[in-house]
């Protein structure tokens, strides 16, 4: 079974939970991939930071519940975990407030034995898959060291999958977000953005535009995105349009295209075809719009 190394954020979760109370939860976009991708049945570990505090102990204690390795989170001390609070409007779509500007995560690549020893650690796994929000979440310098990190895995035979996932509040503009995200694209096998992504950082509204301008890229798989009914997938030169059943009665998009994100890659690495890949992303975000939160109950899975 291949090996994928997720690396990313993970947050502690509030969520209504009826009347005035609100329930305790976790996710993070790269992490809920990790963990749908896990359910699936990858072999999965996440590459991450964490404080030395209870919630911080109570996270990595849900990870493993979950199926997720955890070996190679690193902890800091005096850290404690970042916080956001999800709202869903009538047709269950989400929005967020976050309180992350201490998150453990923006220390992962400082300076230590954890950063020395990170090499040797990816050269385990078949492929490696980041986000946008990964980026960001890094200051300038560990943004470069970790891209460094990736051209090196990359060049050393492993599969790289990335995820735009543009969020503006955490760049300084749209500028800055399309620059790094550019360097990532260029050292990605695999690239999922969405429509929605795109257009907001630099006003691709259409698949054949947005196409056209990631055709000189040496990325050989490109899954474009557009909300519920489509996507496209551009694959060794050729394009593949992809109808997708719907999802009725949505409650929570919270994690949809995470979960996307799992079940194709789960299906990719697993030599599934990228159509059928698709399908698989979409039946499992069909399921999870349909519960509260990003993580949904286990026995809910398709």
């Not at 939970?17 to 570990?45: C, M, Q």
């Not at 939160?293 to 398709?302: L, N």
Request: glycine share 10%.
């Amino acid at each position: 079974m291949p090996r994928l190394a997720a690396v990313g954020e993970c947050m502690l979760e509030l969520r209504g939970s009826g009347g005035n109370g609100l329930a305790l939860g976790y996710g993070g976009d790269v992490f809920n991939t990790a963990l749908y991708a896990s359910r699936l049945g990858l072999e999965v570990s996440f590459l991450s930071a964490v404080g030395d505090d209870y919630y911080s102990r109570w996270l990595i204690k849900r990870w493993r519940a979950d199926g997720v390795d955890c070996a190679h989170v690193r902890e800091i001390a005096g850290a404690t975990p970042a916080l956001y609070i999800i709202r869903t409007d009538a047709e269950g779509e989400r929005s967020f407030t976050y309180w992350r500007s201490a998150s453990p995560f923006r220390h992962w690549l400082d300076e230590g034995g954890y950063v020395e020893k990170l090499a040797g650690v990816l050269s385990g796994f078949d492929a490696v898959y980041f986000s946008g929000i990964t980026l960001a979440m890094l200051d300038e310098a560990a943004k470069q060291s970790w891209l460094d990190r990736v051209e090196a895995f990359r060049s050393d035979g492993g599969l790289v999958a990335f995820d735009p996932n543009y969020r503006p509040v955490l760049w300084s503009d749209s500028g800055e977000a399309g620059f790094w995200i550019d360097q990532a694209y260029a050292r990605a096998d695999v690239i999922l953005p969405s429509i929605e992504d795109e257009s907001n950082i630099r006003g691709q509204t259409e698949p054949d535009a947005l196409l056209a301008s990631l055709a000189a890229l040496s990325a050989t798989e490109i899954v474009i995105k557009r909300g519920t009914s489509t996507c496209v997938v551009f694959h060794n030169g050729r394009r593949i349009d992809i109808s997708i059943r719907q999802a009725p009665n949505a409650i929570d998009t919270t994690a949809a295209g995470d979960s996307f994100n799992a079940g194709y890659l789960q299906a990719r690495l697993t030599g599934q075809p990228p159509r059928e890949a698709a399908q698989r992303g979409a039946d499992l975000a069909a399921k999870v719009v349909r519960h509260p939160g990003a993580i949904i109950p286990i026995e809910a899975m398709p």
